[in-house]
């Protein structure tokens, strides 16, 4: 601005000589090439800024998404857990029918205790593996117990339903887990089916209490 206001200065004035003029001139150059620079550091700071901004806006989304999905799946088998599988049921019925199958692997503890937990661990997620092929898509898999899963497949008849249990249940039982190749692994199954406007807890007691009738009548079965 000190620059500025001698230039216009020099310019009120009406003898003085072209060296005047001229010095006048080059200061003003001086500080108006000074403040172009500033104004370009300037730009590429905000440029920076923004970007670095838009990373930190970018990295908490992420971690907002992985906080959102940890808080809603089973860290050892990537299925819902219990909470959510409650949540997303009562969603689906809140708006349409639902079928609920509920799976519990017989006499898991036998293989925690046989073979160690890790094989134990193994087995639960290579079964969720299994449940996942088999559903192609459909539906959600949850993790309710220890070995106990959930899977909730809205507007899904109740025949059907039980159709894909069948189908599940015989792939467990007729296939050697690879983590277990020398066990034989099977599980039970429960079904029910509930209307729309159903509350989640009537479905679920439903599907557990069929569970029990697979449990009570030998096991390795599927009972709606």
Known sequence: MAALSRARAVLTETDLDTGKYRHALQDLVQHYQRLMRETHRLIRHGDRTEAELNAVNAKL??????????????NLTGSLNRGAVFEQAQRYLDESSLSLIML?????????????????????QELVERLSFALKGRGNIGRVGGEEFTILLPDTALEESVSI???????VAGRA??????????????????????RFEQAYSTADAALY????????????
């Open 61 to 74: 989304q992420q971690l907002s998404a992985e906080l959102d999905y940890k808080a809603r799946h089973d």
């Open 104 to 124: 519990d692997i017989d006499f898991f503890k036998r293989i925690n205790d046989t073979f160690g937990h890790p094989t134990g661990d193994a087995v639960l």
């Open 165 to 171: 249990a069948e189908t599940i249940r015989q792939d």
């Open 177 to 198: 887990f690879s983590s277990l190749p020398s066990h034989p692994v099977t599980a039970s199954f429960g079904v029910s089916w509930s209307a729309p406007g159903t």
């Open 213 to 224: 009738r697979a449990k009570s009548q030998g096991r390795n079965r599927v009972v709606s």
